[in-house]
């Protein structure tokens, strides 16, 4: 399943780069370069050749885990790759963890005291925060916990204390998807026949809560959960930029602004890889969740 | 001993949704002795499930309300009692098998998990081993093998799901079973066997049965005595062969016998008589029937009929009354 995704993502993205504006040898070698110059690097990085070739080549280069080296700084990619993928991660998954962790509960709270205050609050909190885009709402914290209560460092990566305000503005969207998710799956789930059976038994809320609604509410969240995983990975580029943290997102781009083709691809290919592996994991913990999916599909 | 078990009495019960009242129960009384079967009968939106949901206080929050009468229970008042009290009731002295198994059990539990949680609600003492024999023994005598208690609801079909919920109301071996329509949403084969396994336990269990049922034929083999329900009422009560051998009857009544093929055949949802039952969301003048009864005179639409009784045949009528319609 992941191949045949790769190698559309790939293909399009190939496609796209060779027809988007601006030149990359006239930005390597600047104003000045003479004909000759350019013919030479053209050749060089194959440019000279049709689009399919090339997109052939790199592929066959890719599968030997050879993604070449950086057009306009020469690093190689995989390594460069390999020491920034960690903070990403680090990032995406701190600020995943915020969302569930405070999604789910508020989420619950509010669809077990429906219309009460806490309700309504949540609601607002969502539209808040569906509402506010994350570069703006980063900036915005910055100048709030940072520079005016001087709580917490600016931006860069020296200690935990710096990961903080960039994994909650990340998680931000995700903790509003989590609260309205989670909150409208228990309405549904307290409406089910097997809730009254429960309380039927002699069971007091509690126990209808922890044994039988609470698990049953998660399903469709779980599945959700993958899906703003991967998502973040995506909003990592611009938490990335904001705050400075010298992962993928700030490789990606300025790989983009270069036409720094290898980069981009090579990012895109892994990052495409890493979000297939989290909805495995997703999908393995569904199905441990709900007995009704089975594992071998 | 008092032999009475749960005495209902001018039980008035309302749904409030957004846009009206409805009114489900309207002085509904009923009497239920110890062992006694007892079949409620009547059309769908009739009150018999608001009766069997009352009777256990799980209306729906907010929506459903008891705004009068009374719900004795061994002579104690139900209406008065806190929630922990009625936590002791449910599932062990008063358990409800539900009108759709399909739905009625928990997906991401096993079937033995669910039965079990019965008996760790309200035998906390049992040791781990009595309890999984308990288990085992119910499981084999709703006719499920013990080793299937492992698996969830879905790899169960509709008629061994519902021996599932048989099993879980009759684990704690309730006084009384509140039983709404447990074989309706079954296929008729399968109808068949899930009332041939009630009437096996009902001579195993000595508990009450309150079954609600659009069907005469299954009261006819099942029960002691029927109470006809309309309207949020109950218009006719009395043991089954007074209800079925007599000519006295409610018109109400009337119609539904007549439209019996046979006894032993199970009928069809019954939409017996001409017309509709009456808008719930409006309280009536005179008698909740008197839009399709066709014995219906002018004072039935006026002043409300009384229950007259003829030993411990009752109906609501004015055809019966002294003073005659
Ligand atoms: N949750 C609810 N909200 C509003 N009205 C309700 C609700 N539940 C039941 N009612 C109404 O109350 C009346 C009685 O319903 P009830 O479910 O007790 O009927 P029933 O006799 O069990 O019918 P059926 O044979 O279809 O199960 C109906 O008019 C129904 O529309
Ligand atoms: S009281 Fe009147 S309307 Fe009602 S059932 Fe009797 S005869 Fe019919
Ligand atoms: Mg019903």
Known sequence: MLIPVIIAVTFVLFVILSFAPGDVVKTILGDEATEEQIAELKHELNLDQPLLIRYARYM???????????WTSG???????????????????????????????????????EHSILDYGCTFLVMLLASMPAFWLGTLCQILFCLTLRWLPVSGVGSWRHFILPSIILGASTLATMIRMSRTSMLDVIKMDYIRTARAKGADEKKVLYHHAIRNSLIPVITQIGISFA???????????????????????????????????????????????????????????DPRIDFAS | MNDDLLQIEKLNVEYITDDAIVYALNDFSLNVKRGEKIGLVGETGAGKTTLALSILRLLPKKIGKITSGSIKYESEELLDKPESYMLGLRGRRISMIFQDPMTSLNPVKTVGDQVLEVLNLHFPDLSKEEKNAKVDEIFRLVGIPAER?????????????????IAMAL???????LADEPTTALDVTIQAQILELMKELKEKYNSAVILITHDLGVVAEFCDSVA???????????KVEEIFGNSHNHPYTKGLINCIPDLTSTAPRLHPIAGR??????????????????????????????M???????ILCHLYSKEGA
């Open chain 1, 60 to 70: 066959m280069d890719a599968c030997r885990l050879d993604f070449g080296n950086s």
């Open chain 1, 75 to 113: 690093y190689e990619i995989l390594p460069e790759f390999s020491r920034r993928l960690p903070y990403t991660l680090l990032v995406t998954t701190l600020s995943v963890l915020f969302a569930v962790g405070v999604g789910i509960p508020l989420g619950i709270a509010s669809a077990i005291k």
């Open chain 1, 231 to 289: 998502g973040g990975i995506g909003g990592a580029i611009v938490t990335e930029n904001i705050f400075a943290i010298p992962g993928i997102g700030v490789m990606l781009v300025n790989a983009v602004k270069s036409r720094d083709v290898p980069v981009v691809m090579g990012v895109i290919i892994f990052v495409t890889i890493i979000v297939g592996i989290i909805n495995l994991i997703v999908d393995l913990i569904c199905a441990v969740v």
């Open chain 2, 149 to 165: 208690k492992f698996e969830y609801p879905h790899q169960f079909s509709g008629g061994m799901k519902q021996r599932i919920v």
């Open chain 2, 171 to 177: 684990i704690a071996e309730p006084e009384l079973l």
């Open chain 2, 228 to 238: 006809v329900v309309y309207g949020g009422r109950v218009v006719e009560i009395g």
């Open chain 2, 277 to 306: 039952m009456g808008d719930p969301r409006i309280k009536v003048q005179g008698c909740c029937f008197a839009d399709r009864c066709p014995n219906a005179t002018e004072k039935c639409k006026t002043t409300p009929p009384p």
């Open chain 2, 308 to 314: 007259v009784y003829e030993g411990e045949h009752g």
